[in-house]
């Protein structure tokens, strides 16, 4: 019965590519992307000789802290370089034991959830984690589902991803305007000034959900 599912096409939910996600040929995994105003999913289908014991994914580069998530500063280069300069983004691999089956670097920076963050192991930055899961489309293919909390320079902000990975092109529309990545670039910093301006006139506390 697994074989048979593996040969059908997959039945893909419009959730999975919905506010300008979608679908990226990484043969052999497919990469459905989506995303909402705090919140990227990624999934990754898994070849099927490949058994989901054993999985692991492991994260690299920064991340930061579920109380930090409004003071993200600067992104990433809106370039198709795979190489992740940034030092405010991070960076996962995927593997099946000692086996690397995808490795990506994320365009923008992501924080921990609350749940993750209750505790001090993140500030070496040595054992990091976020939560992962095996997902299943309609005909119980699997894919493994990466959920990526955007961080951002101050709070009220949403940041819309292009891509969901520094591999990945950008949409030929922004290649087109060769100001896109200045202007987005510029954005982000004026928009942390304001926080900082803000956060010195005691206009906004330190805790935006007011917890303390």
């Given at each position: 019965?697994?074989?048979?599912?593996?040969?059908?096409?997959?039945?893909?939910?419009?959730?999975?590519?919905?506010?300008?996600?979608?679908?990226?040929?990484?043969?052999?995994?497919?990469?459905?992307?989506?995303?909402?105003?705090?919140?990227?999913?990624?999934?990754?289908?898994?070849?099927?000789?490949?058994?989901?014991?054993?999985?692991?994914?492991?994260?690299?580069?920064?991340?930061?802290?579920?109380?930090?998530?409004?003071?993200?500063?600067?992104?990433?280069?809106?370039?198709?370089?795979?190489?992740?300069?940034?030092?405010?983004?991070?960076?996962?691999?995927?593997?099946?034991?000692?086996?690397?089956?995808?490795?990506?670097?994320l365009p923008h920076p992501i924080?921990?959830?609350?749940?993750?963050?209750?505790?001090?192991?993140?500030?070496?930055?040595?054992?990091?984690?976020?939560?992962?899961?095996?997902?299943?489309?309609?005909?119980?293919?699997?894919?493994?589902?990466?959920?990526?909390?955007?961080?951002?320079?101050?709070?009220?902000?949403?940041?819309?991803?292009?891509?969901?990975?520094?591999?990945?092109?950008?949409?030929?529309?922004?290649?087109?305007?060769?100001?896109?990545?200045?202007?987005?670039?510029?954005?982000?910093?004026?928009?942390?000034?304001?926080?900082?301006?803000?956060?010195?006139?005691?206009?906004?506390?330190?805790?935006?959900?007011?917890?303390?």
């Amino acid at each position: 019965n697994n074989n048979n599912n593996n040969n059908k096409p997959s039945v893909i939910p419009a959730s999975w590519t919905a506010n300008n996600g979608g679908l990226i040929d990484m043969p052999p995994y497919n990469l459905y992307w989506s995303q909402d105003r705090q919140v990227v999913w990624c999934r990754f289908r898994i070849p099927p000789d490949v058994p989901s014991k054993d999985l692991t994914v492991e994260w690299s580069g920064h991340i930061y802290r579920y109380a930090d998530r409004f003071t993200a500063v600067g992104t990433s280069s809106l370039s198709s370089s795979s190489n992740n300069t940034n030092n405010n983004t991070a960076s996962f691999r995927i593997s099946h034991g000692q086996q690397l089956l995808l490795q990506g670097d994320l365009p923008h920076p992501i924080h921990y959830t609350e749940d993750d963050d209750d505790d001090d192991e993140h500030d070496s930055e040595q054992q990091q984690e976020l939560d992962w899961e095996i997902d299943r489309d309609g005909n119980d293919q699997r894919y493994i589902l990466l959920t990526l909390p955007k961080a951002t320079p101050m709070y009220g902000m949403s940041i819309q991803w292009k891509r969901p990975l520094q591999q990945v092109p950008l949409p030929s529309a922004d290649d087109d305007n060769t100001n896109k990545s200045s202007q987005f670039q510029q954005a982000w910093d004026e928009a942390h000034i304001m926080f900082r301006e803000k956060m010195a006139k005691g206009e906004i506390p330190k805790r935006p959900d007011g917890l303390p």
